[in-house]
């Protein structure tokens, strides 16, 4: 049986949202798909709420615990949709998402690669992740972006896409032979997204299609590394091949940066900073700003600053 859309929901403990999860895509306004929730060895009830939403569309496959990019890539192993999309069990979609991903199919059916723009969720607040009438223009509402890394380092905190906000051809993607990469809890998405990019030539729309929670357990920072940025590692051997991607790796290593002033890491705050794409012809918009910050202002002052800015206390 083939149907257009499968899409994949790598479960870990999400037992407060992942029903509502599911049926953001239950209601949705184009109904030919296929849900495939894969349980990561979860250790509270989020097994029994999914199991409890009788649907048959709804495939549960369950696995020992590991990790997002496993889970990810045990979906794709599994789907027999037409096209891929992967929702992160505690985000939603809005109700005309796979509608509007079949609009943007209809109208490149040859590029097979589609994102759009999202929500950001905080505090019952949201906002689009990415001002599209800044970078692309007022009158852009959607297309292929040959520019792809030039929005991702252009824009503060957001990319062209992460894992709940793209639609991949299945067929191509497995030609492709990409998976996400195992064993990788931070930028997995955002770098399986930039090998999609540099594979394909996306299509981008500035339709919001998803909301990020912001605000759920799994969006703790208290994970990201400082001793190192997975994407910034794996992407450096296509800077001199790929238009703007320097500039998207120097954008990664100020949030690096910022990392290692949140958790008090001196040692690699300095390391980084000798990184040769820490430069300022490599800064697009604010970021200019935040690198004569991190360059000149001494490793205390910035780190008590920026915990003043989070909110907490030295």
Known sequence: ????????????????????????????????????????????????????????????????????????????????????????????????????????IEKFPDNGYYCSNYYRVRDGHKTPAIDVSRILGKKFEYGVVDNFFYIAAYHPGSFPCHASTFCIERKSLLISEL?????????????????????????????????????TEANSRNTRPTNERFIIEELRKYVDTIPWLKHFLAKNIIHLLYNCLEFGDQVNFYKHKKEPM????????????HFLVLKFLPFKLLRKLYLIKLGRKN
């Open 278 to 289: 820490f430069s300022y012809g490599y800064m697009l918009s604010s970021y200019k700003i």
């Open 1 to 104: 049986m083939t149907m257009k859309f499968s899409v994949i929901i790598p479960l870990y403990n999400k037992e407060k949202y992942i029903a509502s999860a599911i049926w953001s895509i239950l209601d949705q306004t184009y109904q030919d798909f296929e849900i495939i929730v894969v349980d990561d060895g979860s250790t509270d009830k989020s097994v029994c709420v999914v199991e409890n939403i009788n649907d048959t569309r709804i495939k549960l496959i369950k696995q020992k615990n590991c990790g997002v990019s496993c889970a990810r890539n045990t979906g794709i192993n599994n789907a027999v949709g037409d096209y891929l999309l992967f929702l992160d069990g505690d985000d939603i979609y809005l109700p005309n998402a796979l509608e509007h991903f079949s609009f943007l």
């Open 179 to 215: 998976t996400f990469p195992n064993g990788v809890t931070h930028t997995e998405d955002v770098y399986f997204c930039s090998l999609l990019a540099m594979k394909f030539r996306p299509v981008f729309s500035r339709e919001c299609i998803h909301e990020y929670n912001l605000n």
